[in-house]
């Protein structure tokens, strides 16, 4: 049992994918917050461009 505690505290393998696996979960959440600020910019240029045309249309 000693050896194999030993022979586990030396391992880093575990530790690279730990890494990768926080890395790639930065990177997720930095897309979706980009996409949430895109989302609603473009909503609300798309509602005044509708409303511009509407507007337009009944003159």
């Known amino acids: ?3 194999f505690l030993a022979r586990f505290h030396r391992n880093e393998t575990g530790a690279v ?4 696996v926080v890395i790639c979960a930065g990177i997720v959440a930095l897309g979706i917050a980009a ?3 895109i ?3 473009t909503v609300g240029l798309a509602n005044d461009t ?10």
Not at 17 to 20: E, F, L, N
Not at 50 to 59: A, H, K, M, P, V
């Open 17 to 20: 994918t730990v890494d990768w």
């Open 39 to 41: 989302e609603g910019g």
């Open 50 to 59: 509708g409303s511009t045309i509407q507007e337009r249309l009944n003159d």
């Open 35 to 37: 996409m949430t600020v």
């Open 1 to 3: 049992m000693k050896h």
